[in-house]
Structures are given as structure tokens and as C-alpha cells.
């Protein structure tokens, strides 16, 4: 099972265990709500070697 994880713009992590990326992107659309200053996020597979895709706050607020 692929568990997805956020970190802010500085690599700290927001959020891990998520079980679906669509859960990956809501928490993505909340933490970018909350801090209006933060410019993006990243969304990875919270596994060695997954893969990761960034989010501008544009991407992740507007879909």
C-alpha cells in the first residue's frame, strides 16, 4: 500500500500516512489556506525512491 506524505517549501513535513493522493492534495489545499505566505508544497510517495510532485499554491488552490 502507497502511503503519501507533505512537506512545505523548506522540506519540513506538514503531513504523513495518507492513503490516497486526492487525501494528499486536500490536506495541500488546507495547510496552503491556512499559510497565505507559504508559495508550495510538495506531495511525495512517503516510500525510498517514490515519486513526488510539487505544488504551486495556484495548482493545488484553484482545482
Known amino acids: 500500500m502507497t502511503n503519501y ?4 517549501e ?4 506538514i503531513t504523513t500516512g495518507l492513503d490516497s493522493y486526492d487525501a494528499a492534495k486536500q490536506a495541500a489545499r ?3 489556506s491556512a499559510h497565505k505566505d507559504a508559495p508550495a508544497v510538495t506531495i511525495y510517495e512517503d516510500t525510498t525512491g517514490g515519486e513526488s510532485w510539487d505544488l504551486s499554491r495556484g495548482e493545488v488552490v484553484s482545482t
Open 5 to 8: 506524505a507533505i512537506d512545505d
Open 10 to 13: 523548506f522540506g519540513n513535513q
Open 30 to 32: 488546507r495547510y496552503l
